[in-house]
C-alpha cells in the first residue's frame, strides 16, 4: 500500500486487521470489542476488568484485553498502569492507530507531554483520517505555547470534522496568542453560531473585540455574559475594567463593589475601584480601598504609591510618609514608584521638619 496513506507494513492488506485506515476494508470489531464498549457506555467498570481478566487467562497474548484493561486503569485515574497494558497491547499488535491514540492520552494527563505527542503522531501514521488525534496533538501545543503547530494540527482536524465546535475554540485561542484576534474572532463565531449562549467562547470573543478596539462589541459579549450568569465575577471584573477605559467610573464602580461582594479576599478589585474613585475625586473612598488592598497584599507596590498620592491630595501628611516608606521598603530599587517615592519622602519630610521649626 502507498505510505502516505499510513501504515507502511510489509504485509498489509484487505484481510490485515493491523487497524490502520488505508489497510482496505476495515476489519470488523471483535465481539469482545464490542461487549466493552457497551459495558464502558454502561460505566460497568468491574464488570470489563472482569471479562479482561477472564480473556487474558484464556489467550495471554490477546492485545484486546490489555487495551480494555488499560481503559479501565484510565477511568479509574491510574495513568500509569493504563499506560503499562497499553504498551502491552502495543507489544503484541504494534499497528493498532487506537492503542498509541490511548496512551498518548494517559501520557497528557501525566504531562509527559513529549510521549504523548509520539504517540498521537504515531497514531495518525496508522489513521491518518482520526481527527481526534489532530485535535488532541493540537491541545498539547497550544498548551505548551507552541501556537503554529497548534493552529496546524486543529486545522487538520477541522478539515477532518468540520463539525468538532472545541477545535474551532482552541484554535481561536492559538490565534488570539499570536496577536490574531480578527481570526480568532472568526472561529469564536463559529462557535457562536451554533451555541450563541456558550458564555466562555463570548468571554473569549469579547476579549479579542477588546484587543482590536471594538469596545462596544466586546460590552455586547460581556453583558450577554453576565445576564446569563449574574454571578460570573470574572465576567463582571472584566466589564468593569473596560468601563475604566472608558472613563465610565461609576459603573465601573458598581462593578468592582459587586466583585468585592462576592470575594473580599482579593486585593485587586479593591485597588481597582481605588483608582475608579480617586478619578472621581472621591480620596477618602480611594485611600480605604488602597488600605485595604495593603492589607490583603502587602506587596502591591502601585497600591502603596496610590495612596500615598491621594493621602497627599487630602493632606494626610502623616498617612502618606507611612505609604511612601512602605512603597521604598518593599518596591524595586530602581523602579519609576521607588524613585518618586524617594523624592516625594525628602519633600514632605523637609516640609514637616520647617513646620516643627516655626
Partial sequence: MNQDNGCNEAGCGSSCDCGCSGCGPVVEESQFSKDMQALYDAGKTADMLAACSKLLAAEPDNSEGYFWRGVVAAVAGNFEQAIADYSKAIELNSCKAVYYSYRGSAYAMLEDIKNAVMDYSQAMFYDPKDWMNYANRGVLYLNNSMFEH?????????????????????????????????????????????????????????????????????????????????????????????????????????????????????????????????????????????????????????????????????????????????????????????????ERLQALEQEADGTQLQ
Fill in 150 to 342: 497548534a493552529i496546524d494540527d486543529l486545522s487538520k482536524a477541522l478539515e477532518l470534522e468540520p463539525a468538532d465546535m472545541a477545535s474551532y475554540v482552541n484554535r481561536g485561542d492559538a490565534f488570539a496568542a499570536r496577536n490574531l484576534y480578527s481570526t480568532a474572532i472568526a472561529d469564536y463565531n463559529k462557535v457562536i453560531e451554533r451555541f450563541p449562549e456558550e458564555p466562555t467562547v463570548l468571554i473569549k470573543r469579547g476579549q479579542a473585540y477588546y484587543e482590536i478596539g471594538l469596545i462596544e462589541e466586546a460590552l455586547a459579549d460581556y453583558n450577554k455574559v453576565i445576564e446569563l450568569e449574574p454571578e460570573n465575577m470574572q465576567a463582571i471584573a472584566i466589564r468593569a475594567s473596560i468601563y475604566m477605559g472608558q472613563e465610565r467610573t461609576s459603573e465601573a464602580v458598581a462593578d468592582f463593589t459587586r466583585v468585592i461582594e462576592a470575594d473580599s479576599s482579593d486585593d485587586r478589585p479593591y485597588f481597582f475601584r481605588g483608582i475608579a474613585y480617586a478619578a472621581q475625586k472621591n480620596f477618602d473612598a480611594a485611600i480605604a480601598d488602597f488600605t485595604h488592598a495593603v492589607e490583603l497584599n502587602p506587596d502591591n507596590v502601585l497600591a502603596y504609591h496610590n495612596k500615598a498620592l491621594c493621602c497627599e491630595l487630602q493632606q494626610r501628611t502623616a498617612e502618606a510618609i507611612i505609604a511612601y516608606k512602605e512603597l521604598i521598603m518593599r518596591a524595586k530599587p530602581e523602579s519609576p514608584e521607588a524613585a518618586h517615592a524617594k
